[in-house]
Nanobody, 114 residues
Framework: QVQLVESGGGLVQPGGSLRLSCAAS???????MAWYRQAPGKQRELVAT???????NYPDSVKGRFTISRDNAKNTAYLQMNNLKPEDTALYYC?????????WGQGTQVTVSS
């Protein structure tokens, strides 16, 4: 069982930046890491993935603004979010997937508002 703890959320003005972190209780080397978000009344959506080899993927809604990365030595994944928009407001979750298992963190709130 792997536990994930997200941090780095908060309140930011439109156009601002935040960096989210996801710390895992064990090795992440063999897992795909991802960030999801869920806004009130909406379904959870995928915002970034990074494979074990470092390949990344983003939906058009965040492409060019969000960057996912991983530090296997620290068992941590990151999500750098730039040029934030009010529609990015959501609870952001870290996900770790591999060997038929999926692990989720508790989420960190990101609010973009002036």
């Amino acid at each position: 069982q792997v536990q994930l703890v997200e941090s780095g959320g908060g309140l930011v003005q439109p156009g601002g930046s935040l960096r989210l972190s996801c710390a895992a209780s064990g090795s992440i080397n063999s897992y795909v890491m991802a960030w999801y978000r869920q806004a009130p009344g909406k379904q959870r959506e995928l915002v970034a993935t990074i494979t074990t080899g470092g390949n990344t993927n983003y939906p058009d809604s965040v492409k060019g603004r969000f960057t996912i990365s991983r530090d296997n030595a620290k068992n941590t994944a990151y999500l750098q979010m730039n040029n934030l928009k009010p529609e990015d407001t959501a609870l952001y979750y870290c996900n770790l997937a591999g060997f038929g298992n999926y692990y989720w963190g508790q989420g960190t709130q990101v609010t973009v508002s002036s």
